[in-house]
């Protein structure tokens, strides 16, 4: 997620609300539904000391988390959206491991590049 120059609370908060959805949707039959839902919690509760307002009931899911990013100042609200789901992503991959996980992002967004570091050899 980035910042926009027109973009509002509301426009992260919907990102934040889809990008919920898709993980729950590919990441469910790897892990069932109440597993993305604790690793989701877990990464609220990673991130709470630093953005104190994500503390969404995770039964009510996306709904309540754009709810929660409107409420928050626009820079806000791609910060803590980042840091949650960044969260998230370190917690799956140690869950899952790197290669499914990777995986799985691929089949909810196939056009993700991988950002990993690669070593260089020389020839």
Request: hydrophobic share 45%; proline share 5%.
């Amino acid at each position: 997620m980035y910042e926009r120059e027109a973009g509002g609370a509301e426009d992260f908060a919907a990102a934040a609300g889809q990008v919920y959805d898709k993980l729950h949707a590919h990441l469910a039959p790897l892990v069932g539904a109440s597993g993305v839902e604790a690793l989701i919690a877990r990464s609220m509760k990673v991130t709470h000391s630093e953005f104190p307002f994500l503390e969404v009931p995770i039964r009510e899911g996306s709904t309540k988390l754009r709810e929660c990013l409107r409420a928050q100042e626009p820079a806000v609200a791609a910060e803590s959206a980042t840091a949650l789901f960044g969260t998230f992503f370190a917690l799956i991959a140690r869950f899952i491991g790197d290669r499914l996980t990777t995986q799985a992002l691929r089949s909810a967004w196939p056009t993700i590049e991988e950002t990993a570091p690669r070593t260089q050899t020389n020839e």
